[in-house]
């Protein structure tokens, strides 16, 4: 099993950018498809974005198409999501995760994630 670490988080201002990453350790990181997730304060977790193995595959929650963009770098075991223009809405704790071929998470273990805070 993958052991995954999410950085990058911080508090910005509506309209700012911020680049998370998530490092995974183990040698198979190339062998999962992945995924961001995020849970805002009451709700349930939702997933974000997927990428597959080879990056030629990849998905995006309907809200933020044309923000936010998945990448990977299988060479440096890290999974990468740029967020532009953030709306007070992506205020959440973000996670990655390898998932399945229908994108859905393949553990139940979450990593700790990184606080994504957006003030108006």
């Known amino acids: 099993q993958v052991q995954l670490v999410e950085s990058g988080g911080g508090l910005v201002q509506a309209g700012g950018s911020l680049r998370l990453s998530c490092a995974a350790s183990?040698?198979?990181?190339?062998?999962?498809?992945m995924g961001w997730f995020r849970q805002a304060p009451g709700k349930e977790r939702e997933r974000v974005a997927g990428?597959?193995?080879?990056?030629?595959?990849?998905t995006y929650e309907d809200s933020v198409k044309g923000r936010f963009t998945i990448s990977r770098d299988n060479a440096k075991n890290t999974v990468y999501l740029q967020m532009n223009s953030l709306k007070p809405e992506d205020t959440a704790v973000y996670y990655c995760?390898?998932?399945?071929?229908?994108?859905?998470?393949?553990?139940?273990?979450w990593g700790q994630g990184t606080q994504v805070t957006v003030s108006s």
């Open positions: 183990g040698r198979t990181f190339s062998t999962y498809a």
């Open positions: 995760a390898p998932v399945s071929a229908s994108w859905s998470p393949l553990y139940k273990y």
């Open positions: 990428i597959s193995r080879s990056a030629t595959t990849i």
